[in-house]
Every structure is written in structure tokens, then in C-alpha cells.
């Protein structure tokens, strides 16, 4: 059980599905599924900021 902590499970910060050790893609001290998903995350969030700067 100890074992499966260890090889850290993390979220793809895009798609929230849990990524292994082995095909973790980190890019920006967040985890993705791939190179894929990194694009769509970063995708949103250029255009969260470009929202939030039009709504002021
Ligand atoms: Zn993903």
C-alpha cells in the first residue's frame, strides 16, 4: 500500500486524471497526462487572464 504512495500519483492539472510515475509530464511545477493536456491547461488559463484583464 505504502508502495503505491510512493510512486505519487498526481492530477493532471488539465483533465484530473491521476498520472503515474512513468508518463507524467511536468511542465510549470504542475503534472499532466501528456503534452496534450499541458496545451489545453496553459490554452485556459491564457484565456482566464485574458478574461479577468477585459473584465476590469
Ligand atoms: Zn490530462
Known amino acids: 500500500m505504502a508502495e503505491v504512495d510512493k510512486e ?3 492530477s493532471c492539472a488539465a483533465c484530473k486524471k491521476q498520472v ?10 504542475r503534472y ?7 496545451r489545453k491547461a496553459k490554452q ?10 477585459s473584465a476590469e
Open 44 to 53: 485556459k488559463a491564457a484565456a482566464e487572464a485574458a478574461e479577468a484583464a
Open 8 to 10: 505519487a500519483l498526481k
Open 20 to 29: 503515474t510515475k512513468a508518463k507524467r509530464y511536468y511542465r510549470n511545477g
Open 32 to 38: 499532466y497526462c501528456n503534452e496534450n493536456c499541458w
